[in-house]
């Protein structure tokens, strides 16, 4: 299996479970050209929520959710904002950033992992 087909088994894990926890699922695999893309998009509750999955097979390569560093939050927060706007969410809109982090076969959610980042770039 490659990277990509890899990735797509993990993220496809990741929407399954967070279904079974009450997620609806929007989107995955949302881009914006070349500026990024956000695994899977939700809602839960109030929230639109935003879904970073991370995969890592053992401990070799570090923690999971580690791999999600503040340029791919910020990256992550860019596109999000773009999906805002093509999708007429306004700014009263509750937003949340999640990560699910898979760790070998363990899978664990952090539900609201990062705040917002701001950026004058869109």
């Known amino acids: 299996m490659n990277t ?4 797509n088994v993990y993220e496809q894990m990741a ?3 967070l279904e079974k926890q009450g997620m609806r699922i929007l989107e ?7 500026n990024g893309e956000i695994d899977i998009i939700g809602r839960d509750g109030k929230y639109l929520v935003f879904v970073e999955v991370k995969y890592r097979s053992g401990d070799e390569k570090g923690n999971a959710a580690e791999a999600v560093t503040t340029a791919k939050q910020r990256t992550i927060c ?3 904002d773009y999906y ?3 999708h007429h969410y306004g700014e ?3 937003v949340r950033y999640d990560v699910v982090a898979i760790q070998g076969e363990t899978l ?3 539900p609201n992992a990062f705040p917002h980042h701001y950026s ?3």
């Open 4 to 7: 990509r087909q890899t990735g």
């Open 15 to 17: 929407a399954d479970y």
């Open 28 to 34: 995955r695999n949302f881009r914006r050209g070349r």
């Open 78 to 80: 860019r596109v999000a």
């Open 84 to 86: 805002r706007y093509l």
């Open 92 to 94: 009263d809109t509750w």
């Open 108 to 110: 664990h959610w952090i």
């Open 120 to 122: 004058a770039r869109s």
